[in-house]
């Protein structure tokens, strides 16, 4: 839901909710539904159908809060074709607190402008999609795509660990011993950083992480390394 909810309220559904609602999950009016706004917590409602348009009235909130503990921010390298979907798509699924999307020298694929505000807004969409599958009532964010030397100058956030996965690495999850987070994880895209990108991720305070001897794709190793940290320090 795009604004914040109030008992007792009737709301329309936004056009998205509402297709899914009617022509994917074949609701009809009365039936029960399970509302969130992104910003912690639950409302269970009941559809009223009313000509073209879709609403829910509101019945009682649930405070129950579904995100872990340990806060994991993913900058993803940007990948080819869709393969930033997948990614988006599972990671909200295993509990990542943000998604900031960066072009690096070998991203094969090139946004700017009006295309990439649109790719940004499309793969928000899909978060919000996956927090409805996997019952998730706050959505992580995703970021405006930069540049990667454009991220590397913000200053990093307080107590922040950083890492970066590196094929071939010393340091690997379990050698870390615990984390309490904030933890930012920096992935590259296809054929990975090149050796001045990687330079700069170290000097910015990005320590190389090693995900074991396999050399995993770019859509897969955000989604193990994530995994792997609930496992840990999370809650899984």
Not at 14 to 41: C, K, M, S, W
Not at 113 to 131: L, T, Y
Not at 181 to 186: I, K, R
Request: aromatic share 4%; proline share 7%; with cysteine.
């Amino acid at each position: 839901m795009p604004s914040a909810l109030a008992p007792g309220a009737t709301v329309d559904l936004p056009a998205e909710a509402a297709h899914h609602a009617v022509r994917v999950l074949r609701l009809d009016d009365g039936d029960e539904v399970v509302l969130f706004d992104g910003r912690g917590g639950s409302w269970r409602a009941r559809l009223l159908r009313a000509g073209p348009a879709v609403r829910a009235v509101l019945a009682d909130h649930d405070e129950a809060d579904r995100e872990p503990a340990l806060r994991v921010t993913l900058v993803q390298g940007l990948p080819a074709a869709d393969k930033m979907d997948w990614v988006v798509q599972k990671c909200t699924e295993l509990g990542v607190a943000a998604i900031r999307p960066v072009a690096a020298r070998r991203s094969v694929v090139r946004l700017s402008g009006e295309r990439a505000e649109k790719r940004v807004r499309h793969w928000q969409q899909v978060a919000v999609a996956a927090c409805e599958q996997c019952g998730r009532n706050r959505v992580p964010e995703v970021a405006p795509l930069l540049d990667l030397p454009q991220y590397l100058a913000a200053a990093p956030q307080q107590n922040e660990r950083r890492f970066v996965l590196a094929p071939g690495g010393v340091e690997s999850l379990r050698a870390i011993g615990g984390l309490t987070g904030p933890v930012t994880l920096l992935v590259g895209p296809e054929g990975g950083f090149e050796d001045g990108e990687m330079r700069a991720a170290l000097a910015a305070g990005f320590a190389p992480l090693t995900l074991g001897p396999r050399v995993l794709r770019t859509e897969t190793a955000g989604a193990a390394a994530l995994a792997a940290m609930m496992a840990l320090w999370g809650d899984f």
